[in-house]
T-cell receptor, first 113, second 109 residues
Framework: NAGVTQTPKFRILKIGQSMTLQCTQD?????MYWYRQDPGMGLKLIYY???????DKGEVPNGYNVSRSTTEDFPLRLELAAPSQTSVYFC????????????FGPGTRLTVT | LAKTTQPISMDSYEGQEVNITCSHN???????ITWYQQFPSQGPRFIIQ???TKVTNEVASLFIPADRKSSTLSLPRVSLSDTAVYYC??????????FGRGTSLIVHP
């Protein structure tokens, strides 16, 4: 099992550009999450999904979009990148409803200049 | 959603036992308590989860008193590699996990 994989590892975007952060898990987990972590801070939930075709907003969804067409994949789309979106992005998955036993990917470090 | 409070930082030395306490005064009946560890430039890693009394695994122990308004993560005989940020989360079904700033543990030689 590879667990949760994320691509790319690093990316530099110019203001106004768009990109998709990829997340894939091979554990057949229904629950998936996208977080961002700013330097010295905790993680903030952007979007989450409870299964294929079902997504919902987290704490900081503005400027982002997600889709969940399969159990395995949960891509995060940034439209019109802004410097405030410079952060490290983590994807996670979980096997059970309400369980905080989440498995995290290695992260994507994004810089918007 | 139950709010948690933990110390911002702690220092220890190799070989010592470290106890990190988390306060969660408004924990609900169906809430569980979960702890994560995060190394620099890595995603958080699940350490331990419990509901009441004591839970132990190969990494740590979790102590939860009867009123469940706090919990203590115990790391036995820490080493330099235990230097990390430790997060306490409380949940009972909410899909919005909340990671605070955590406790930054520094282990000195």
């Amino acid at each position: 099992n590879a667990g949760v994989t994320q691509t790319p590892k690093f990316r530099i975007l110019k203001i106004g550009q768009s990109m998709t952060l990829q997340c894939t898990q091979d554990m057949n987990h229904n629950y998936m999450y996208w977080y961002r972590q700013d330097p010295g801070m905790g993680l903030k939930l952007i979007y989450y999904s409870v299964g294929a075709g079902i997504t919902d907003k987290g704490e900081v969804p503005n400027g982002y979009n997600v889709s969940r067409s399969t159990t395995e994949d949960f891509p995060l789309r940034l439209e019109l990148a802004a410097p405030s979106q410079t952060s490290v992005y983590f994807c996670a998955s979980s096997p059970r409803q309400g369980s905080y036993e989440q498995y995290f990917g290695p992260g994507t470090r994004l810089t918007v200049t | 959603l139950a709010k948690t409070t933990q110390p911002i930082s702690m220092d220890s030395y190799e070989g010592q036992e470290v106890n990190i306490t988390c306060s969660h005064n408004n924990i609900a009946t169906n809430d569980y308590i979960t702890w994560y560890q995060q190394f620099p430039s890595q995603g958080p890693r699940f350490i331990i989860q419990g509901y009441k009394t004591k839970v132990t695994n190969e990494v740590a122990s979790l102590f939860i008193p009867a009123d469940r308004k706090s919990s203590t993560l115990s790391l036995p005989r820490v080493s330099l590699s235990d230097t990390a940020v430790y997060y306490c989360l409380v949940s009972g079904g909410s899909y919005i996990p909340t990671f605070g700033r955590g406790t930054s543990l520094i282990v000195h030689p």
